[in-house]
Antibody
């Protein structure tokens, strides 16, 4: 079955750019939407945005000015860049397949990103 | 971004049934059939339990069921088991530019 795995630095300095990649295995990345979702410690889930394999994106308006998503179908990967990070961006970041618009399934295991100097 | 409202905690004894509510508006829960529910154990990724209000993915126990009335969706867990102790989140498609809203989360405790 399809599995997702996030990768990227676990520590990012304030004002710098957070960069994560999600690798999809066990199936093709094509013809699906792929979302990023984050969860600060002890808090709820926040949808960051999504990308279709054609490159079409939708972003959460609260993060839109700082977010860029991209997809590399040849590598079965999609990526997230979040610019000008602050401590408030410290969270576990998940990638998930987005069966527009009904469900997020499956999810990656999540990766903790800490913003600190 | 407006989160959907869930009770902070719900508890029950083994074998009992519990229901978790998820209240939104006509722009999200009330306006679409695209409500889903996720179970999250500590330190783990969320797991899809219910989608499109009441559909269960293969492999999910039939003790989990979903429904909706107006702007409120509900997740019912029947025959409560120790392994059901976890956090539960609802999610809905929304007509706003946010596209998706999540619930505030409910901690289920098995007494």
């Amino acid at each position: 079955q399809v599995q997702l795995q996030e990768s990227g630095p676990g520590l990012v300095r304030p004002s710098e750019t957070l960069s994560l990649t999600c690798t999809v295995s066990g199936g093709s990345i094509s013809s699906y939407y792929w979302s990023w979702i984050r969860q600060p410690a002890g808090k709820g889930l926040e949808w960051i945005g999504r990308i279709y394999t054609s490159g079409i994106t939708n972003y959460n308006p609260s993060l839109k000015s700082r977010v860029t998503m991209s997809v590399d179908t040849s590598k079965n990967q999609f990526s997230l860049k979040l610019r000008s990070v602050t401590a408030a961006d410290t969270a576990v970041y998940y990638c998930a397949r987005d069966s527009n618009p009904s469900k997020f399934d499956p999810w990656g295991q999540g990766t903790l990103v800490t913003v600190s100097s | 971004q407006s989160a959907l409202t869930q009770p902070a905690s719900v508890s029950g004894s083994p074998g009992q049934s519990i229901t978790i509510s998820c209240t939104g508006t006509s722009s999200d829960v009330g306006g679409y059939k695209y409500v889903s529910w996720y179970q999250q154990h500590p330190g783990k990724a969320p797991k899809l339990m219910i989608y499109e209000v009441s559909n269960r993915p293969s492999g999910v126990s039939n003790r989990f069921s979903g429904s909706k009335s107006g702007n409120t969706a509900s997740l019912t867990i029947s025959g409560l088991q120790a392994e059901d102790e976890a956090d539960y989140y609802c999610s809905s498609y929304t007509s706003s530019s946010t596209l998706y809203a999540f619930g505030t989360g409910t901690k289920v405790t098995v007494l």
